[in-house]
Each structure stands twice: as C-alpha cells, then as structure tokens.
C-alpha cells in the first residue's frame, strides 16, 4: 500500500466519502441510470399487464432475452464472491482493496438476475408455487425440475452473498457510527453495525464467522453457475445437452464478473480518488484472470466443436453450424471476437496496465459474453429437431427496454452503494498498512 | 326527526305491497308477444350437460356434404360427417367451419332500408309491393343466386315465376367463372349431368390440373385412401401448373401448363390408339396433330414418362380414371370425356348414372347480357341471393354500370357485404344450422337440412323470404318454408303407396338426414365424336411464352363467401403454408429470371387489368405458370376486410388465351404469414417414404430400444394411443380444423402467425424434398405425441404437465405459471403459449361456439393436444352407464372423426388387438425422433408410394 497512507487517513478518505455532498458527475450518472431503471420497471409493468407477447418470443424460442440476461447477471455476480471467498482462502491479500465493491457487485448483480426469472413467466402472479410451502392442496412444486434447482440455487447464493458482505461490514459500519455527525445517521449505523465495539472476542467470532461464510460461498461460486447451465444442461435441445456445460458456465461467469469488476473499479477509483488504494496491480491481477479465462473460453467452444462433430449426432452439428453461420451467425462470432481474440492482448504487460485498453477489453467481454447466451439460447431454440418448426426470433423494443433498464438498476444500486456505505473494506485494508499488525488485524 | 306524513306502513304491509306488485308485473303478458312462461320445467329433450347431434347437410358451391351437428344446451359447437350418407364422407373443412359463420359478429341482426333499421313487415311490405308494380308494368325482375342444388328451392323458383312471369334467374358461381366444364358435358353428352367420380373403384388415376383431394373434396379423398396400402395401391398422375395437394400425394407429379392439358389428353388418345384402344370413328384425323413425343419435348418432360403413362392407362382400363379441373377449358374436358370413353372407365370409374340432374348455371355471355340489359334499366328490380356480384363479378365496370340502372335492388343475406353496400333493401338471412332444406347430389339419394339451432338474430331464411313475395303476388300460401318443404315431400318424395304415415317417414328422414332411393333409370350417355373432333380442332395453339395465370378457389376461404371466418383465414394453405392471405406462385426459375424471392411485391398485369400482390416461390410450380387463390381481398368484414388481394378481376383474362400475362418486381416487401418456413427436412427421419413395390420386403423398419435406468411405466387400466396412416393421408387439413373447433384453441391473427403464435394443436407439416423444379412433396399431421418418457414432464416447475396412468401427458392449465421450459424441451414443438388473452378477446357471440367440455385457457398459459381426454371420458361414462367395458372404436378424437381418409386411429395399446395395436405392430410403423428416448405413444405408418419404374430412383 502507498506509504503515505496512515491509518486515520484511510478512515478520511473512505469513511467519509458517503458524509459529503455528492459531486455532480454522480448526479449525472444516476439521473441517467434511475432513468433506466424506471424505464425498465414502466416496461416490466407494461409485460405483467398485457402478457408476454409484448416480447419477440415466439414458438420456438420460448426462452429470449429474458433468460438471457437473467444467466448474464447471475454469471456478472460471480467475480465478487471469487475475489472476497476464493482468494480470502488462498490468502491473497490483494484482494482486500477490491472485496467489498466486488461483493457489493455480486449482490446487485443477483439482485437484477433475480428480477427475470420472475417476470419471465405467464402468470408472475402465480410465481410463489414454485415455493415448496406447505399447502392444504398438497401440491409440492417438480423437485425433478432444473429451474427448481435455480430457484434453490439462486436464492442459497443470495442469502450467503448477503451475509458474507454484511458481516465484512460490521466493523466498518461502527467505524462510521464514530463519525456519524448527525443523531439520526449515528442511530441507523448503531443499529446497523449490530453493536460492533471491536473487543478482541467480537474479532474472534468475526474471524471464523467470515472464514466459515467463505468456505460456504466458495462452493456456490461453483455451484451457482453449474445449476443454472443445468437449466440447459438437461434438457433435449441440440445445443443445450451437453456434459461440458458446467464448467464451460462457472468459467465464462467469472469471466464476464471480472470484465464488469474491472469496468466499475477503474470509473470509481478515477471518479473516487482512489488511485492509491486501489492500485493498477489490482487491475492487472484482475485482467490476468481475465486473459485465463478467455483462454478458457475458447478451449470450450473449441470442445463445443469437437462434441458437436465427434457425436455424429446431425442435430447437434446443425445447431452448432448455426452459431457460426446462418441467421444468426454473426452473433456467434461477435462472442469469439470478443470473448477469446480480444483478451488476448493481455498478454502484453502494456495493455494489462493500459486504463484504455482494459476498458476496451471489459466492454468487450462483456457484449460478447450477453451474446455468447444468445448464442446458446437462441440459436441452439431457433433451429431444433422438426424443421417445420424453425422460426427466426426478432427482439421488440420492449425487449431491449428492459435489458437497459437492468443495467439502469444495477449501476443504480451501485451508485447508492458508493454514497451511502464504505465502499473498500478499511479494517482489512488497515490489516495490510505497514506496521499494522498490533491493530488486532485478523490476517496476521 | 320528521314524523312520517303519510299513511302508516308497517313492514308487512310494505312486503305485502311489493309481492302483489311483482306478481301484477309477472302476470301482465306483453300483447305482441303472447303470455310469457316461467321455465319452471325442463322443455322435452333439452337433457342439459349431454351433446345432442342433429343430421343436417351444408351446400357449398356446387358440392353438397351431410353432417352432423353436435349441439349442447341448444347451440352447435361442432359439425362432423354424417357417416349415414353414402361412401361415409366426412364433412367438407368449410363445413366444419360453419359453425364460426353461424357465430359471426358481423352478422345482420335485422332487415336495413336505404341503409336504415326495419322491421320485417316493412321491408316484406316494400319488397312485394316493388314486385307487384313490377308485374303491374309488365318489366321483368332478376334474381342471382349461387348453384341450386335443392329440389324444393327449384320447386319454389317454379312456382314463383308462374305468380311472377317476369322473373328472369340466373344461377351463377364466381369461382367456376364460365363453368367450361358443363360446357363440355353439354357439346359432347348433350347433357350436362356431372358424373361422380368413383376414386375408390380407380386403380390409375391421371389429374389434368384437377385438385381431387382438395378439404373441400371428402368424398374423393376417401375414394383415393381405401386404395392406399399394403393392400390395394393405386397409382396417382397429376400434370398440373401450381402444386396442389393432388400433386403433392402423385406418384408421378408433372409440372404441366394447363394451356397444353388438352394437347396432353388428345395425344394420350391418339397413344391409346397405337396400343389398340380404337379411336372413335373419325377422330383419327382431328387428332393427327397431337403427339405425345413433340408435346414431351415442348414441355421439357422425359418422352419415356408420358409413354409409360399411355402404357399404365392401356393396362388398367375400365379402372382408370382421368378427371380435368373446373378451371381447364371445354378442349381438356374434351379430351379427358374421351380418354374415359375409350378405356372404358365411362360408367365405371365416371359414373353418370349417379350423376345429379344438372344445375345450369349461367355461363358468362349470359351474366353479361343480363347485366347489360340491367343497365339499359330494362330489369324493375333486382334480387341478389347468395350471390355477392359487387365483389366477385370480374367485370366491375359493368357491374357499376348494372348497379346503377337497376331501380330497386334486394340482397338476401347474412352480411352488409360489398353487394348490400348497394342495395335498397337489405334482409337477413339465415345461416344453414338455422335453416330447413333438401339437396340432390346425386341420382340415388337426398340430404336433408334442418335447424341444430333457433335463429340467433331477426333473420328469415331466403326462401321464406320468396314465400313472402309469393304470398304478396298472390301465389299459393304455406305457412313458411319449412311446410313447403314438408309439403313436396309428401307429395313427391315418399314413395307412392308406401303405408307409412307422412310424419314417421318425415321424422325418420330428418333423423337420418340421408334418404336413400332408386335412381330414375337413365339410358346410358354417349359421347359424340363429332363434338369432340370439333372442340380438338380448337384446341388452343401453343401459347406464345410468356406467363400464364391459373385462378381457383382458396383452400381455406374457397370463394370468398365464407372469408369472415377467422378458423379459415388463419388455416394455412396446404402447400405454401400461407395464412391470412394469398400471394401468387411462382416457379423457381422464373423467380430467380425475375429476381423474385418469397414476400417481394409484383406487379400482376393482365391485359388491362393490374394489381400488386405478393409473391411465394412454389418448388413444382410449372415454369410459365402463375397461380394464385381467389376469395380473398374482401372490402367488408372486420375479419375478411383487407386480408390479401381481390383477384377475380384477373378472371376473364385469365381464361382468355390470348391475353398477356406480366409480372414485374416493384421492390417492395411484405411480410407473409407462413405457419412454416423451412421446407426440407435437412437428411432427417421425419417423414418416411416407402415405394409400394419394395415394401414389406425387407422395409422392416428400425427399431430404436433404448434402455433406461428407470423401472417401467405402469398403465393398469388403458394406455391411449393413435395411429397415423401417412399413405392414406392427404394433408386436406380437416383434422386440423376439427380440433381447433372441438377444443376451443383461438386464431390470433396475421401478426401474431408472423411472430410464430399460431394456436393450433395440430398442424400438418409439409416437406419438399429433392429437385425443386419438381419435388417430391412429404406431409405429416403433427400434435402432441404423448410420450411416455415426457421430455416437457421433468422440467416444468409446479409439475402443470403430468403423466396418467392411462398414458396421457396431461395439463393441468390452472397450475400452469407459464415458464414455457416445457415447449422448449419439447422436440415436436407442438405446445402452445397464451402469448396475450386471447380466450377473453372472443366476441360475445364466437363464445356460444365453445364447446363446455373443454376448459378455456387464459394468458400466461401453455396448452396442446390432449387426445380429446373429454372425449375418452365421456366414452368411459357411456360404457359404464351402459354396464359394459369400453370398447375399440368407441373413442374418436376430433381429429380422427374428422379424417376423410381414415389415416388417424386412436386406441388402448393394452389391448393386443385394438386397430391402433395392429397399426402400432405394422411394418411401416415408427415413431418419430424416436432415438431421442421420449418413448412417444403416436405411431407413424411410412408413406406408400406407388410410381411405375417402382420406385428406383427413391
């Protein structure tokens, strides 16, 4: 860490970013981003009164842009619990600059996934039978369905998520309630940080609470995604059935998360002034497991490949023809563009510390992972068994409403988040300054 | 607090008060409606929760079918064959889609005047008092009508113009325009009786542009089935300009200008000639011009091909049969009277005999003439009943020019159509479930059509309404039409002597719907040489190249009558899978000459006559031809109005030689409502095609046993599951219908067809497989496939769909949240989605047709095919309530009571011996996509195909 950063000087600068009036970039930012949340919420409405139709989904693709975003989302959220479980257990202390935003992400980013699985159904009013509750009508919801799983999955994911983050909050939560200025911001954070006063037993629980909460959300980072490429998975559409999908999901989660971390972290530090805390050896760990992904990336459509001509299944081969050519074959190539050429240029020093190139990378994964679930999605439904059924999927606007009225809410609630709590994790980066260790710091 | 003023009223008081009131009010009877009688007890026969069917018959065009008419708490919801008629023909898919017209919104509740409300006293009163006048002046009165098929209508005509010797009428059909065929009949037979064409006693059957398994056809396609197996195989030629479906079920299919089918048949003849069939006398020399070798080589045809086929009708004989389209001029028809004369198929497989006594329909100089003569203001008054001239007259200058010289004019119809649009007085009339009538298809039975409804609306039938002018002129008076009708058939129809009292008799006709009786013995017709030497001398010359155009009528809409009905607009065509409109066929070399894909806009120019429409690349189509459906293009309707183009302004042109046809790109595009856009079936085993020859011999086909880890399903009572004879079936698409009206599934419109929301359970897909200048054509009806290893099953979420323990994959649409990851695992891709509320944007009076025992679904919801559980369970109760277990046979889902060729067998594969077990065991049978393990329960009998090299090249 910069040298000149003391103790009290970190509290300065990050605790009180959320005290200050916030400048007018930020107002900007969310005047735009509230907007399209709004626009998105009004269209979301607009789906729930008249019916799905409003979409361009169709038989046979039953399932668009909103599964689409919704497998989008959830995989966005994937960096944050890797960087604050994963590289927590592995003890990689660089991660502790960029945890909390990170996380901060993944729970916004579940948060916005979570909204389409909800409104992509018929009936959304009916949504709460795939609850298991007990019921007079002794109806349980199919526990041999996929989108069961997701449903388990998802909400598991969630509720770790939350809990991993807000306890990693508590002692900066307190820290804040020290400086709180006002009696109703002091109340709320009293409430808040639980009656965090930092003596040594409170660290000791803390500690294992934390660790045990990593270990548990570690499993999901590798589960969540696995379950919901089992909504794919399982079924019959060439295409979708397919043994590689787990991992193939879990990678390409954690590598659109880490293109989206990239992009928010290199906007806050700027707009923030966080340039020394979180330093461009962040970003550049973080673009190299970028660059491994995406290496990742094409060895699974190159396995794609080899299943779909190894099988000898005409299906299969069809759809995947499909993906690089045909209607929609462009989009096929827009994910290898930019999900395996593009990141190739990390391999260069100079464009992994390049603020340009890697904002130009991350925008890139992160279309070309969007399409990539076009591709699997409706590419692989568009063109299945009878071809009598084949029809080509044509997005309304309301479609493309919503999808940028979910990234409205997501960098909505990112933008709240950077107001109103701490968006660096001060105990754990206080546990890293020079000379730090006699603070009670828990990484000893 | 005010003290009341008046006088006390206790509270007793006051109920007393307010009982005596409504019973005052209850008591008092309207005066002009009679005593009014509380429904305390159940009028006879209304048994409320059972289906009553009545027998009725339903006339379209020139083609009448008998049918069945389901009804429940007194409205029709469904209309079938009535199989008491003779060759069990089912109903006609316009018949079928009757009911829809019965339920139209649009329909005219009341008689209009000058375009304002009336009542019928009023415009009864105007009417007869124009006629009297008229009678008065000594000036005749037109009347236009479509075909009459009815004896007692001919009856009614009869008497009508002795009360009113000035009335001229005219019977006209827009869709058979000059009506050539009758022509012919009349040059060459000195009659114009039509014969009935005998399919099923046809072993080679040749088509000239003739469209014999069309929906409209039940009885031909019937004929052509019992003849389409293991077996019996017959063998189909058809030599056709657009693909129809009689070209699509061919074994040999040849593109074919309709221009040249004259020359075709004339040169068989002369073929049949050389193979020892003489040529009647003195035709050797008007025919010494036509060769089939030159006419194979103009064509661009294999000479080999057309000599087989000489070879084929020589061999088979009496049990060939060669039929001409309506469309073909008096030359083909010609031509093909004399190829049946000569093999000796005249009375046989064409059989006369059983010819009805013709209906002359006024051929065109005649309608000219008369409308001319309107013009002049020759006619007092005008009468237009079931005919529509404002829209399907070809020559609208003329018809303006009528309409405008004529002083008074009458439409007798059920919608403010583009006709009534110009008429003084507008009745309504009603629909043919409300109406009482008798038909005459044919020499040696009857049909009868009564009411399965009372009328809806404040219509008259259109007979009562000429009952009315009789009475007003004088004429004799039975008290409506329905006595009349009785009245005749005391007097002519019961046989003479019999000992029945009238009323049994009368009753047990109207029961069956089907009066069987002897013909009137005819001598035998024969044809004239000279009169077809004559029509071979005018055989039309080789055209110039160029492009010629082959109109008909739609095979959903048909003419254009019945275009208001969503079921058949949304019905796609057989072949290009049009729905909601028509475009024009074009062959793929001239498309690709032109520049045309499927959906650009052309410029159609015939003589004079242009209009922009858009175009559809037909695989098959015969280079040079264009062709394309009439009936659409209507200038009312909130259904029919401005789906697709008007083409019967194109009409005269069209059947004129001489006239230049073009087609010119205008750049511009239309979306085209297809409910299928891909036509190959990309090296799949989808669809499977035998040759007749080889099958059997070592075509035992593949059988796919995939293991499972799961233990067997159990079916302790019944396991439901059909059969499909893909060689019997045509693709006519009565099935598909059937069960859009059994089971209550929405049309929903172009836009939604564009967007690929079509509702329907079933659909029949059709492939194109092979050369596209001439492919082979594969159908295959679609629908739930009810697998026992339901893919849709395991993911959906609130387990809406289920398996029974009788087999059925079941929906329970109330549980359904509407995920639609069922319809996405589904391979067959027959489940449907409520993409919006289309059960409650049903107008009020389209609900009356739902039927109660199939539950509608709202929004949000996904649905299919359910085997017609209401109607196994309704079998069930009937068996039990009758003390005796289910037998085979007792349950017909829609779609098989539907099928004209028989192709569709449903049954319980528990039972070893049930049809469908047999069927399920046949050698032709296989599942599709059965590799995939879904196990499903419906099984597929490979198509037959029966060409004359048996089948070497596939």
């Not at chain 2, 290009?576 to 062959?587: D, I, P, Q, R, Y």
Request: proline share 7%.
């Amino acid at each position: 860490m910069a040298e000149a950063l003391s103790a009290a000087a970190l509290d300065e600068r990050v605790l009180s970013f959320p005290e200050r009036r916030p400048p007018a970039a930020w107002f900007a930012a969310f005047a735009f981003t509230s907007s399209a949340m709004l626009l998105g919420f009004a269209l979301i409405g607009y789906t729930v009164y008249m019916g799905i139709g409003v979409w361009g989904n169709n038989r046979p693709v039953g399932w668009a842009f909103d599964i689409i975003n919704f497998v989008f989302w959830i995989g966005i959220g994937h960096a944050g619990t890797l960087i604050s479980a994963i590289l927590l257990l592995m003890r990689a202390p660089w991660r502790n600059a960029i945890a909390r935003f990170s996380e901060a992400m993944t729970l916004f980013a579940v948060m916005t996934a979570g909204i389409f699985p909800a409104i992509h159904v018929g009936r959304p009013w009916l949504e709460f039978w795939l609850a298991p509750y007990p019921n007079q009508r002794g109806l349980w919801p199919n526990f041999r369905s996929p989108l069961m799983w997701d449903v388990f999955a998802v909400s598991t994911y969630f509720a770790v998520s939350v809990l991993f983050w807000y306890i990693g909050l508590l002692p900066d939560l307190a820290s804040m309630r020290g400086r709180a200025q006002t009696p109703l911001r002091r109340m709320a954070l009293t409430v808040l940080s639980l009656g965090w006063r930092g003596t040594p037993q409170q660290w000791r629980h803390y500690e294992k609470a934390y660790i045990l909460l990593a270990g548990l959300a570690t499993g999901l980072v590798l589960s969540v995604h696995s379950v919901v490429s089992f909504d794919f998975a399982t079924s019959l559409v060439p295409g979708w059935h397919m043994t590689l999908f787990p991992p193939y999901f879990v990678v390409g989660a954690i590598f659109a998360g880490f293109a989206m971390v990239v992009l928010v972290l290199s906007a806050a530090r700027r707009l923030m002034g966080l340039e020394d805390l979180i330093t461009m050896r962040h970003l550049e760990l973080a673009n190299k497991v970028i660059l491994g992904c995406s290496c990742l990336m094409g060895y699974s459509y190159a396995c794609e490949a080899f299943t779909a001509w190894y099988s000898m299944n005409p299906y299969i081969q069809h759809t995947f023809m499909q993906y690089v050519s045909g209607t929609y074959g462009w989009a096929g190539w827009i994910a290898i563009t930019c999900n395996v050429l593009v990141p190739q240029l990390f391999w260069w020093r100079r464009m992994r510390t390049s603020q340009t190139a890697m904002i130009v990378v991350a925008l890139a994964v992160t279309a070309g992972m969007w399409f990539e679930r076009f591709v699997i999605i409706v590419i692989s439904l568009y063109h299945d068994f009878l071809p009598s059924s084949w029809h080509v999927y044509q997005p309304t606007l309301v479609d493309f409403g919503i999808l940028l009225g979910s990234f409205g809410f997501f960098f909505t609630l990112v933008l709240l988040f950077t107001r109103l709590l701490p968006v660096i994790a001060t105990t754990e980066v206080k546990a890293t300054l020079p000379g730090a260790q006699h603070e009670g710091g828990h990484h000893g | 607090m005010a003290e009341p003023t008046g006088p006390e009223l206790s509270r007793r008081e006051f109920l007393g008060v307010l009982g005596a009131s409504a019973g005052l009010a209850a008591g008092c009877s309207r005066p002009d409606r009679g005593e009014l009688v509380p429904f305390t007890r159940r009028p006879d026969g209304a048994r409320p929760g059972t289906a009553d069917f009545y027998a009725s018959a339903c006339q379209e065009g020139r083609n009448v079918c008998g049918v069945l008419v389901r009804t429940r708490e007194g409205r029709p919801i469904h209309v079938q064959g009535n199989d008491r008629q003779p060759f069990g023909a089912k109903a006609s898919l316009r018949a079928i889609a009757g009911l829809m017209d019965l339920y139209d919104p649009d329909r005219l509740p009341q008689p209009f005047t000058g375009g304002m409300a009336s009542s019928w006293p009023a415009a009864e009163e105007s009417l007869v008092s124009v006629l009297l006048e008229a009678r008065a002046g000594g000036k005749p009165v037109l009347l236009l009508t479509g075909a009459l098929l009815s004896p007692t209508r001919r009856a009614l005509l009869k008497d009508l113009q002795k009360a009113l010797p000035g009335l001229v009428h005219a019977a006209w059909e827009p869709a058979l325009g000059g009506d050539p065929e009758s022509a012919a009949l009349l040059a060459c037979f000195g009659d114009a009786r039509r014969p009935r064409l005998r399919l099923d006693r046809a072993k080679l059957i040749l088509a000239l542009d003739a469209d014999l398994l069309s929906g409209a056809r039940p009885e031909e396609i019937a004929g052509f089935a019992a003849n389409r197996g293991e077996r019996a195989m017959n063998r189909l030629y058809a030599f056709e300009g657009g693909m129809s479906l009689t070209g699509a079920n061919a074994d040999h299919r040849v593109p074919w200008r309709p221009s040249r089918a004259a020359a075709l048949g004339f040169a068989l003849a002369r073929a049949l000639g050389r193979r020892g069939i003489p040529l009647p006398a003195g035709l050797e020399t008007a025919l010494a011009g036509f060769e089939l070798g030159a006419l194979a080589r103009e064509q661009g045809v294999d000479p080999a091909l057309l000599e087989s086929l000489a070879d084929d009708l020589r061999q088979a004989g009496s049990s060939a049969l060669v039929a001409a389209g309506p469309g073909l001029p008096p030359q083909a028809h010609a031509a093909v009277f004399l190829l049946n004369a000569m093999l000796g198929a005249q009375g046989h497989t064409v059989d006369a005999a059983a010819a009805a006594p013709a209906e002359p329909l006024a051929g065109r100089e005649e309608l000219d003439r008369l409308l001319r003569d309107a013009a002049r203001g020759k006619f007092a008054a005008a009468l237009f009943w079931q005919a529509n001239p404002a829209y399907a007259f070809p020559d609208a200058a003329l018809w303006k020019a009528a309409a405008a010289g004529l002083p008074y004019k009458v439409r007798i119809g059920m919608h403010a159509d583009e006709t009534a649009r110009d008429c003084h007085l507008v009745l309504p009339e009603h629909h043919w479930l409300e109406s009482f009538n008798d038909f005459e298809p044919a020499a040696d039975f009857l049909l009868l059509q009564q009411p399965a409804v009372s009328p809806l609306y404040d219509t008259r039938q259109g007979e009562d309404v000429l009952l009315a002018a009789l009475r007003g002129l004088g004429g004799a008076d039975p008290a409506d039409y329905r006595h009349y009708l009785m009245e005749r058939w005391r007097r002519e129809v019961q046989p003479a002597g019999s000992l029945v009292p009238f009323e049994r008799f009368w009753s047990a006709a109207l029961h069956e719907g089907v009066l069987r009786r002897e013909p009137v013995a005819r001598p035998p017709r024969r044809l004239d040489p000279a009169a077809v030497a004559r029509l071979a001398g005018q055989a039309a010359p080789l055209r110039a190249p160029g492009f010629e155009l082959a109109l008909g009528p739609a095979d959903g809409v048909g003419d254009g009558r019945q275009a208001n009905n969503g079921w058949l607009q949304e019905l796609p065509d057989p072949i290009t899978k049009l729905s909601w409109g028509n475009a024009v066929s074009v062959s793929p070399t001239d498309a690709s000459r032109l520049g045309l894909v499927d959906g650009d806009l052309a410029r159609l120019t015939v003589g004079k006559t242009a209009a922009v429409l858009p175009v559809v690349v037909q695989p098959g189509q015969a280079v040079g031809v264009l062709s394309a459906a009439l009936g659409y293009g209507r200038a009312v309707g909130t259904v029919a109005g401005g789906v697709g183009t008007d083409l019967y302004p194109f009409a005269d042109a069209a059947a004129d030689a001489g006239t230049a046809v073009k087609l010119e790109k205008t750049g511009r595009r239309e979306a085209l409502a297809f409910v299928q856009r891909h036509h190959k079936m990309e090296g799949r085993d989808i669809v499977r095609s035998l040759p007749w020859a080889a099958h059997g011999a070592g075509s035992e086909s593949k059988q796919h046993d995939l293991s499972t880890l799961y233990p067997p399903q159990e079916f302790p009572k019944h396991k439901w599951a059909m059969a499909v004879d893909l060689s019997r079936c045509v693709g006519c698409q009565s099935c598909v219908l059937a069960c859009q009206s059994e089971n209550n599934v929405p049309t929903v419109g172009a836009a939604r067809v564009l967007r690929g929301r079509e509702m329907h359970w079933l659909r029949v897909d059709r492939y194109y497989e092979g050369d596209e200048r001439s492919p082979r054509v594969l159908l295959q009806p679609m629908f739930c496939q009810q697998c026992d290893h339901a893919p849709c099953e395991t993911v959906c979420p609130v387990a809406a769909t289920n398996h029974s323990d009788e087999g059925l994959n079941q929906m329970a649409y109330n549980r359904c949240v509407g995920t639609r990851y069922c319809a996405n695992n589904c391979p067959y891709k027959v489940r449907r989605f409520n993409f919006f509320e289309f059960t409650a944007a049903t107008p009020e009076s389209r609900r009356l047709a739902f039927n109660p025992e199939v539950t509608v679904r709202p929004r949000g919801v996904m649905e299919k095919c359910t085997f017609c559980v209401q109607r196994i369970q309704e079998a069930k109760s009937a068996a039990k309530a009758a003390g005796r277990e289910l037998r085979d046979g007792d349950i017909e889902p829609a779609c098989a009571a539907a099928c004209p060729a028989g192709a569709i067998v449903f049954g319980d594969r528990r039972d070893p011996e049930s049809r469908v077990s047999r069927l399920a065991r046949s050698a032709r049978g296989y599942r599709v996509l059965e590799e995939l393990g879904v196990r499903p329960a419906v099984t597929y009998l490979a198509d037959l195909r029966n060409p004359a090299d048996g089948g070497k090249d596939g």
